[in-house]
């Protein structure tokens, strides 16, 4: 069972004022507050409750109201590569085709219907009106996500993180790490190993090779 639209809530709209006369325009712009998880989720998005500037243009035509449009806000998230914070302007266009409620399920009038079957795929995508209103909402979302980056940077040339310390490599561009192969830091344990046997050796046999000297003056 389908939830009736709201005329109260801000990203509804109406479209009474337009009329069903094709070619009829109306421009509409309004600020609206982001709703939930507006973006890529966990990613970067529209912080809830932040302004979204819309601005509209709706057109009559045979079918229903073609709605044109562009979103404007700030969006944030986390860099991927150096994972601090970043935030930008986001600006997102859109366009969707509302049907009238006697339109069929192509999106074209009743009474335009004819035998022709060769209609465009995107005509069986058409949101018909409600009374008519139309629900900007999931059109917006579709929208904003299309218009984020999925891997979003800080910077484009953002060098990321030290993958051995962490370090944040933008703030220390001269920073870097020894690179030692495990299998030489091993052989190289065991070679200083042996040197301290030897040294251990050699100083025990120093004193036993000065008293036979000592022995034989005598």
């Known amino acids: 069972m389908s939830t009736r639209l709201d005329h ?17 325009l109306q421009r509409v712009t309004r600020t609206v507050d982001a709703p939930k998880d507006l973006g890529l989720q966990g990613v970067i998005g529209v912080p809830e409750g932040e302004p979204v500037e819309l601005d509209l243009r709706l057109e009559s035509v045979m079918e229903g109201v073609l709605v044109t449009g562009t979103a404007r806000a700030r969006v944030t998230g986390e860099c991927v590569r150096c994972l601090e914070p970043l935030e930008r302007e986001v600006e997102a266009d859109f366009q969707e085709m509302y049907s009238y409620p006697d339109a069929d399920d192509r999106g074209r009038s009743k009474q335009a219907r004819s035998d022709d079957d060769s209609a465009d795929d995107e005509d069986e995508d058409i949101t018909p009106l409600e009374d008519g209103l139309f629900d900007l909402e999931p059109v917006l979302r579709d929208a ?9 940077v800080c910077r484009e040339d953002c060098p990321g993180l030290c993958s051995t310390c962490g370090a944040r490599l933008a703030d220390d561009p001269d920073h870097h790490h020894d690179a030692v192969d495990i ?19 050699m100083s025990g046999e120093a004193p036993d090779s000065a008293s036979a000297a000592e022995k034989q003056e005598k």
């Open 8 to 24: 109260r809530n801000p990203l509804v709209f109406d479209t009474h004022e337009l009329g069903r006369r094709p070619g009829a």
């Open 144 to 152: 904003v996500v299309l218009a984020l980056p999925m891997q979003p």
């Open 183 to 201: 299998r030489w830091a091993a052989l190289q344990g065991l070679a200083d190993s042996l040197q301290d046997s030897e040294k251990d050796e």
